[in-house]
């Protein structure tokens, strides 16, 4: 009788250490989303994580015209050091820390800029889609992806 209790306690701990797992899983999950910010002159591209653990990004892929691109500079037809990138390969690797984000794209325009340059920029943008591929700390992979066109919504046909 003393062995079937054991047996039967061991089991049952076991088991809470499964129910464990699965809830600190679910607990630990990150929820990302891709931000497009355009307001008071700046234009950018954010991977947010609003969830409660870290988010490792593996893969950002930049589609445009049909063709998918590692690096946003190859999507783009305005001068490198008018924006910040972020590049992220199988060398590189970013971890974004829950409620904060990762910078893919930035620019800010100057005070002597008028609206045709942000309007140049933002067409630039319209066309991209990002992919960004990664993984929770389990290992569990997560994909997002989003279109641009939200920068074309205010510029009527690009």
């Known amino acids: ?3 079937l209790i054991s047996v039967v306690a061991l089991l049952a701990t076991f088991y809470q250490l499964y129910l464990q797992r699965t809830h600190n899983e679910k607990s630990l999950k990150p929820l990302g989303q891709i931000d497009l910010p355009d ?3 700046q234009l950018a591209v954010h991977v947010r994580n609003n969830g409660l653990g870290p988010l490792i990004i593996d893969r950002l892929t930049f589609v445009k ?5 590692t690096n946003i500079d ?8 008018s924006y910040m990138r972020m590049a992220i390969n199988d060398a590189v ?8 984000h990762l910078v893919v794209f930035e ?3 100057g005070e002597h800029e008028g609206e045709s340059e942000i309007n140049h920029a933002r067409r630039q943008l319209a066309s991209i889609t990002l992919k960004v591929e990664g993984r929770d700390i389990y290992d569990n992979k997560i994909t997002l992806q989003r279109n641009f066109n939200w920068f074309a ?5 690009c």
Do not use: E, W
Not at 74 to 81: A, K
């Open 39 to 41: 307001f008071n002159k």
């Open 107 to 109: 620019t800010q325009f």
């Open 74 to 81: 190859d999507c783009l037809d305005l001068h490198p050091r």
């Open 93 to 100: 690797k970013r971890v974004v820390l829950p409620h904060a």
């Open 153 to 157: 919504r205010y510029m009527g046909a």
């Open 65 to 69: 015209d049909g063709q998918s691109y």
């Open 1 to 3: 009788m003393a062995i």
